[in-house]
Nanobody, 126 residues
Framework: EGRLVESGGGMVHPGGSLRLSCAAS????????MSWVRQAPGKGPEWVST????????FYADSVKGRFTISRDNAKEVLYLQMNSLKPEDSALYYC???????????????????WGQGTQVTVSS
């Protein structure tokens, strides 16, 4: 179903910013709704954000609303997540994924996605 490769993670202090990227290949990126899902150690996956195929509609979890911005460049086949005002509780492995048609935009079940990346680690610590 295609390949997704995340990058841009790292370690930052609280209040800092990071921009995650997700490069897509081997599928028609522009036709897919895309999501970011994160998972902290010892916790279940948490939905973060979703963007429609054209980029005109975006959705956010309450925990990140106002701080994170999802966007996409269909020409470059890249998904982004701009993360500002980071908090320690944002620390997690962040995955990008392509949502299958008809699935809930808040889904965290890998069975609801066509492709799922390997993740990029974000650590927020003082």
């Amino acid at each position: 179903e295609g390949r997704l490769v995340e990058s841009g993670g790292g370690m930052v202090h609280p209040g800092g910013s990071l921009r995650l990227s997700c490069a897509a290949s081997d599928f028609v990126f522009s036709g897919w709704v895309m999501s970011w899902v994160r998972q902290a150690p010892g916790k279940g996956p948490e939905w973060v954000s979703t963007i429609n195929s054209g980029g005109g509609a975006t959705f956010y979890a309450d925990s990140v609303k106002g701080r994170f911005t999802i966007s996409r460049d269909n020409a470059k086949e890249v998904l982004y997540l701009q993360m500002n005002s980071l908090k320690p509780e944002d620390s997690a492995l962040y995955y990008c994924a392509s949502l299958l048609p008809g699935m809930k935009i808040t889904s965290t079940d890998q069975a609801d996605f066509g492709s799922w990346g390997q993740g990029t680690q974000v650590t927020v610590s003082s």
